[in-house]
């Protein structure tokens, strides 16, 4: 579709084609929901329960760390004191299902950010549409980056915290199977969206919504939000939220350089407009 052709269609054209795309997009997501949901015992035994074990590789890791600087933790002991259970009678089928969706949305995810692009590029001027050209690829790579960080970091050290905290000897700790998917899926999901912030900055300021200036401006108050996002996403303690807002704080500043180079590409547009008109 030209951009001639996309100023010709009326609303109702526009909600019509983004009722495909958003057609496409589930279908994408049931099909990779369905080979996941054929692979689940795998996804589960191997990936699920992965950072429930003593021998995942984050755990490895802060022991050998623990140890160097002659600190005790609880990353260096054999087992977790908990046990997962079922308390419902469709519980595990329950949680094979909606597991085997999030990993049909996380593989689905270039097709689905390539079916969002096919909706919006129509209606940008055609040097846009070059600039972008990577669009795809980079808010994939990083929404991948993200996962894996929430999967590695976020989850382990959750999982480490909330596993082993006790208020009394009396209680035992039997988390329930929903609970704990729920603790994986999220970590893992919520940070492959939050390293999308650079693509999302440079749309923002494509529209003229956010500026380089405003980002510096308010950055004191991106810091706190920062830190409030790991502490919703992390335990509630002071290493594991400092170890998840560094990357955060990382993409915020990135986002203001990505945001200061769409500014002077734009100026430099306006003044070859300018020059031609002249």
């Not at 002659?70 to 469709?90: E, K, W």
């Not at 085997?100 to 919006?120: D, H, N």
């Not at 039997?174 to 729920?182: L, W």
């Not at 810091?223 to 594991?240: K, N």
Request: glycine content about 4%.
């Amino acid at each position: 579709m030209t951009k001639s052709t996309s100023n010709e269609m009326s609303f109702l054209d526009h909600l019509e084609d983004l009722r495909w795309h958003l057609i496409r997009i589930t279908l994408s997501i049931v099909i990779a929901g369905t080979v996941a949901f054929i692979f689940s015992r795998w996804i589960f035994d191997v990936i699920i329960f992965g950072p429930k074990s003593m021998d995942f590789p984050t755990y490895k890791y802060l022991c050998k760390l623990s140890t160097f600087l002659n600190v005790d933790s609880t990353f260096c002991a054999d087992a977790f004191p908990f046990t997962i259970q079922s308390r419902t009678m469709g519980g595990q089928f329950s949680a094979d299902i909606w597991t085997s969706i999030f990993a049909g949305f996380i593989i689905a995810f270039p097709y689905i950010i390539y079916q969002l692009w096919s909706f919006i590029s129509p209606g940008l001027l055609e040097n846009e549409r070059k600039s972008s050209r990577g669009f795809i690829i980079v808010s994939s790579l990083l929404f991948f980056l993200g996962v894996l960080f929430g999967y590695y970091v976020i989850t382990p050290l959750s999982i480490n915290f909330l596993g082993t905290y006790s208020v009394s000897s009396e209680i035992t700790n039997q988390f329930d199977i929903s609970s704990y998917i729920s603790l994986v899926r999220s970590s893992s999901i919520a940070a492959g969206l939050v390293f999308e912030l650079p693509i999302i900055i440079y749309f923002l300021t494509k529209i003229g919504i956010v500026t380089p200036q405003i980002l510096k401006k308010y950055r004191k108050y991106a810091l706190v939000g920062v830190l409030i996002i790991s502490a919703v996403i992390t335990p509630p303690d002071v290493a594991s939220q400092v170890i998840v807002a560094i990357p955060i704080l990382i993409l915020y500043q990135v986002s203001i350089y990505i945001s200061a180079i769409v500014v002077r590409n734009q100026k430099r547009a306006e003044a070859r407009k300018k020059k031609k008109h002249v």
